[in-house]
């Protein structure tokens, strides 16, 4: 009986369309090692490069953020609140008046970047002084480019919280 059995299941392990699906396969990946190649001796981007930030320029060598300065609690990821200002002397009373009210909810970080145009292009901004709120996967959520002070930024950040209240 077991000898049947094992005859059975070898006729089904070495039928043709086993075989068949194997050089199908094969040769799949082979057109598509092609034409990845015929891509890139075009000069084309490969198809998985092609996002709407891959022409962006990326980020300066020497980043100015800090895992130091994002002050999440071990383990725990925080939405980042980025004040881009001419003179960073201009902006930490800001952070330090916003600190206490929005601190355990948003990593605060203040970047001067007045001097430095790649950095203005990088985050897209066309006039100074700016703030950025990413969520925690790094996606901007939300841009403030206007004249700001603590309190417009905190009615800023409390109608995010109204609109997205799943959002910290």
Known sequence: MSNLSLRGAKQRLLSPRIYIYTVLLLALAWLMHRQAQRAIEAGQRPHEDASPFAES?????DFPVKDSQLRAVA??????LLLLGKRSSELAPLREALLPAWGKK???VVLQADDDAALLRYFKTTSLPAAILFTPDNDEQSRQEAPFDAGSLALWLQSLQQQAPEVP
């Open 106 to 108: 948003y990593s605060i």
């Open 57 to 61: 320029e990326p980020p300066p060598a």
């Open 75 to 80: 383990g725990q990821r925080l939405p980042l």
